[in-house]
């Protein structure tokens, strides 16, 4: 996507980092009966801005992380990980404990439960080094009131930035305002905006202040508006293991191509090239798919 001679863009995650361990099964044990014998098991970081991160190094940009992850076993598997895969992890804080997914994948459904973990003590952070260098900025809203500043700083120096709108939490308006992007999932649009339609709730989500806001839609696609204009996105097809995680990839990818200069549209398109191809495998991290995967992809609606 990038001119090897010339230096990726770095993109810059602030959130928490949680655990996910994924499980394989033929089946979901019923209460009672024999364990289900698992035929794969994974352990990764959980879906959020770790995976939105991995989705944009794969795609062709640098990335750097800051936040926190939890002060235990889980997180340190987790920071491993991030480190592993040629994130920068030097802002990366442990505190508090590990949230965790423990997700199962079967034939007859997938089961989920999450533990919420302890986030600790704020940490503070040195701002202006998160930002440093910085081409885009992904926040993941999970602690708005204290993303802000971050959010307001990047937008002062000129940095897009990019909200992964998962859950509404105090001051998540305020950190909408302040925001170039934010993407959330139809569930999260219909509790700021309960109207009917879709293109309603882009109305009024628009003008809360983000330029744009582009709502995923699953196994629909997305939907999106920019100014004046809007986008839909059918999904992509895809052999469908696991969608645990898809929206952090779109998060990721749509940041990737923002920062490829591409319009509007493609971003979009791109990104839900990128999230169908994170179905395939159990797990979004390990499911990641390369740059040429997500091209080749969006090149059969040509």
Request: proline share 6%.
């Given at each position: 996507?990038?001119a ?91 505190v ?25 003590e ?5 701002t ?60 999260a ?11 309603d ?85 390990q ?16």
């Amino acid at each position: 996507m990038y001119a090897r001679h010339v230096q990726a863009p770095l993109v810059v995650g602030l959130g928490r980092v949680g655990a996910a361990i994924s499980g394989l099964a033929p089946n979901l044990p019923a209460p009672g009966s024999p364990p289900a014998e698992l035929a794969a098991l994974a352990t990764a970081p959980a879906p959020g801005v770790a995976v939105a991160l991995r989705a944009a190094l794969r795609l062709g940009c640098r990335a750097r992380i800051a936040g926190t992850h939890g002060a235990d076993l889980l997180g340190a598997l987790a920071r491993s990980a991030i480190r592993e895969a040629g994130i920068d992890t030097e802002l990366l804080r442990a505190v508090g404990t590990s949230a965790c997914e423990l997700v199962t994948v079967a034939g007859d459904g997938t089961h989920r439960t999450r533990y919420a973990g302890d986030v600790g003590e704020p940490v503070a952070f040195d701002t202006a080094a998160a930002i440093n260098g910085a081409a885009a900025l992904l926040i993941d809203g999970t602690t708005p009131v204290e993303q802000l500043r971050t959010a307001e700083l990047a937008r002062a120096h000129k940095v897009p930035v990019i909200l992964d709108v998962g859950e509404l939490r105090d001051g998540t308006s305020e950190l909408i305002a302040a925001t170039n992007v934010a993407i959330m999932s139809e569930g999260a649009a219909s509790e700021l905006a309960p109207r009917g339609e879709l293109t309603d709730a882009l109305e009024e989500i628009l003008a809360m202040g983000p330029r744009a806001v582009v709502i995923t839609l699953g196994d629909k696609g997305a939907i999106g508006r920019h100014g004046e204009q809007i986008v839909r996105c059918p999904a992509f097809p895809s052999d469908v293991l696991d969608s645990y995680g898809a929206g952090s990839v779109f998060h990721g990818a749509f940041a990737a191509a923002l920062l490829s200069e591409l319009p509007f549209a493609r971003c979009i398109e791109l990104a839900a090239a990128a999230a169908s191809l994170s179905l395939r495998e159990l797990g979004p991290w390990q499911a990641m798919p390369s740059r040429d995967d997500v091209l080749s992809l969006v090149r059969t609606r040509r």
